[in-house]
């Protein structure tokens, strides 16, 4: 039987664990938050800080990788415990892959700011902003252990894909209309592609939640309404 040390000493290591998950979400939500201001006010220096800055993320899901295989091993916690080991380990993931889109923002953002500006870009804040919001909604889910509060960010999935899908059909209308926005037109496909990654990554820590509370996987259909993969845009005069 473990002594009350014992208990008290692991208690503490999940929360830990716990402590990691949130700072190192906040490091996300600026990251995101960073690249699409640089993008926005085509401002290579902070896409430069952006860039530098992912280390931290791989830094922190280094560490909880190996806080959580070493509580594993020494611990072998069952039922709830175990969940918050293997929630820990799969947000950190998703965390870490929204570094990665963040670093691709700032990067292309770089490129952009070398090109004369297309009317497209005005929607990059629009999905950056639901998507730091998703972020901050699932994070603050986590720490709360607030199930109601997953599921809604959960469902603004589908909001992030109307409005690239929107921003899809708009930029190969201008790439049609006039080859010099090619090149530009398709680094801001490109950032968008990322945002939208992004907020996917958000609804698996949502979909995370839910199995770390309720001990199930969330029993629905993931809301998804990109159809940029069928859209057809036709030049003016070909009707």
């Excluded at 800080?49 to 020494?74: F, G, P």
């Amino acid at each position: 039987m473990p002594t009350e040390h014992t208990v008290k000493s692991f208690e503490q290591e999940l929360q830990r664990l716990s402590n990691h998950i949130t700072q190192m979400g906040g490091v996300a939500e600026a990251q995101i938050d960073a690249a699409v201001q640089a993008c926005a006010r085509r401002d290579v220096d902070v896409a430069g800080r952006v860039m530098q800055a992912d280390s931290r993320l791989d830094e922190y899901e280094r560490q909880i990788e190996q806080d959580t295989i070493r509580m594993l091993a020494l611990r072998q916690p069952m039922g709830v415990d175990l969940r918050e080991a293997l929630a820990a380990l799969k947000i950190s993931t998703d965390l870490e892959r929204v570094g990665d889109y963040a670093a691709n923002i700032a990067k292309r953002s770089i490129a952009l700011a070398q090109l004369p500006a297309v009317r497209p870009a005005a929607a990059i804040p629009r999905m950056g902003k639901i998507v730091q919001e998703m972020l901050k909604d699932v994070l603050d889910a986590y720490v709360d252990r607030d199930v109601d509060k997953a599921i809604l960010a959960w469902h603004r999935d589908e909001e992030l894909d109307d409005l690239y899908t929107s921003l899809f059909r708009e930029t190969l209308t201008y790439m049609m209309e006039d080859p010099r926005n090619i090149t530009p037109c398709t680094h801001l496909l490109f950032i968008a592609k990322n945002l939208e990654r992004a907020g996917d990554h958000a609804t698996n820590i949502a979909e995370t939640i839910h199995f770390l509370v309720k001990g199930q996987s969330l029993d629905k259909t993931r809301p998804k309404s990109d159809t940029s993969s069928f859209a057809v845009v036709e030049p003016e005069g070909t009707k």
